[in-house]
Structures are given as C-alpha cells and as structure tokens.
C-alpha cells in the first residue's frame, strides 16, 4: 500500500513538473535577470499571461506562403514536447534526444526560409553552424549518461565531475542559443539567431514557437540536473534512503534557472569565428574528463 501510494505522490510530481516548470522557469529567468540589472521585471506568470495572448490570435501569413508555415510551429511543439517527455518520464533512450532536436531545428529553418527574408536566412546559417559544433558534445553528454559512470567522493572525483557538468553546461548553453554564443536580449536582426528565425512568426504561431523554445529550456536544465543526480555516489548515500532523487530536480532546475538569469545579465556575445575553436575544446575536453570519471 505504501509504495502504491508512493507511486502516485511521484506520478503526479512528474506530471505537475511536465506541465508548470517551462513557465515557472522562463519567468524565474527574466526576473532574476531584470534584477541584476538594476530593473523590476515582470511577474513569473507574465510569459504564462504572453503565450496566451499569442494563442488567442490568429496569425498573418503571406499569400505566397505554403503548408510548411501552419506545420513549421507545430512541428517544433511536437518535438519538444516528445524531449521534455522523454527527459522528465525516461520512457525512451535518451539517445533519441538528438534526433528529436534534429527536428525541432529543421522545424525552425523550415519556417525562416518560407518567409524568405535575409534575417531568416542568414539566421538559419548561424543555427546550422551551433548545431554542427554542438551535436557531437551533446551526443557524448547522452552517452555519459546513460553510462554507469559514477562521480566518486574523492577531491579529485569531485573536480572532474564539477569540470565535466560546467563543461556540459556550456554545450548547453549552445544549444539554447544563449551567451556567449547569442544574445537573445537584443533587439538587432543582425544578431539573432532563434528569434531572427521566427520573425515572420504571429499569433498562434509565435506561442508555439515561444512555448516549444521554452519547454526545450527546461528540458535540457532537468537533463543536466538529472545527469548529476545519476553519477554522483553522494545522492547515493545512507543519509537520503527513502527520499528518490527526482525531488530533488525542482531545486536544482531552479537553482540552474537562477544562475542562467546572473549569466544573461552580466555575459555579452561573443564573435561567431569564436565559436568553432571553443566548442571543439569543450568537446575534446568533456572526452577527457568523461575517461577520467570512468577510470577514477
């Protein structure tokens, strides 16, 4: 009887987590980010309170647009959903988490190059390049965690495995398109990447896109959390028996969500011809110290 109800008390914390954290996390981002910058911001139901705005409308397309305008925003909302599923219930490998971002990126370009605009365009070039550069990390940050590579509590355990989730912070901070790699504040098509995608992109069509590019955010912080979580001998101690390890995702997401909001604040974007050099140290860095974790 206890585990039935166990059971249940887990099941419905997933499904809150599945439903609320995308927008909890977005508006923890923007408030924490407002305050460091000496701003008020806005409440953290205030991008709930926008995507509704947005759905309630009917969005604007040319005449010349074709069905992949109407397919593109729901494409890219079927794929997060299928990472964020994926990330929070374990259903499936979480190899299958690159092809569904695989998806969620050509849903992207699919809809800049309809609107057939030199800011969608040249948008989609730089969302190619970050995409070329970070796959191959990510893939490597999967196969670590579905590994049985434990963190160990030695010092020299504990500084490889800090170094490998700051590493992997990175990679995901270029996948979300987020500085030192972009600057989603900005308001110049120039340098954008995600929101120069998604400019043609209106009412119903702007809250997919918005909801999918958050729900991808949560999924990727929860996918850092939980691989901490899984490889570390310290959340497998004598001290925390009986309590599982997935109450302790909602701190730690939004621990992560407030240091991403610091980050966005006080970090500026970086040159473009910067990129490839430093993703490629990363890469060659987590491999090390993914070997490290493995043989220590």
């Not at 809150?16 to 408030?31: A, D, N, S, Y």
């Amino acid at each position: 009887m206890d585990s039935y109800i166990e059971m249940i008390i887990h099941t419905t914390y997933l499904v809150v987590l599945f439903l609320v954290l995308p927008f909890l996390l977005t508006g923890i981002v923007r408030k924490v980010r407002a305050n460091a910058q000496g701003r008020k911001g806005p409440r953290l139901i205030q991008f709930f309170m926008e995507i509704n705005k947005s759905w309630l409308k009917n969005p604007i397309l040319h005449n010349n647009f074709s069905s992949i305008s109407n397919l593109a925003p729901r494409l890219a909302m079927y794929s997060s959903l299928m990472i964020w599923s994926i990330v929070l219930f374990e259903w499936a490998p979480f190899i299958l988490i690159p092809f569904f971002l695989a998806l969620y990126r050509f849903a992207y370009i699919g809809f800049a190059m309809e609107g057939a605009t030199s800011f969608g365009g040249m948008a989609s070039g730089r969302e190619i390049l970050l995409s070329v550069m970070v796959e191959p990390t990510f893939i490597l940050m999967i196969l670590a965690a579905q590994s049985h590579i434990e963190i160990s509590e030695t010092p020299q355990g504990i500084l490889i495995g800090i170094l490998f989730l700051i590493l992997s912070f990175i990679a995901i901070l270029a996948e979300l398109a987020k500085p030192p790699f972009d600057d989603p504040r900005t308001h110049l098509e120039l340098t954008m990447v995600h929101e120069a995608m998604i400019l043609e992109a209106s009412g119903r069509h702007l809250a997919y896109f918005e909801l999918a590019s958050s729900i991808k955010f949560s999924a990727l912080l929860t996918f850092l959390v939980k691989l901490a979580l899984e490889h570390s001998k310290i959340f497998h101690s004598e001290s925390i028996i009986g309590v599982s390890r997935e109450f302790l995702i909602l701190p730690m997401v939004i621990l992560l969500a407030l240091v991403m909001g610091f980050w966005e604040a006080n970090s500026v974007r970086r040159k473009w011809t910067w990129i490839p050099e430093f993703m490629g140290l990363t890469f060659i860095s987590i491999l090390v110290l993914g070997t490290l974790v493995k043989l220590s």
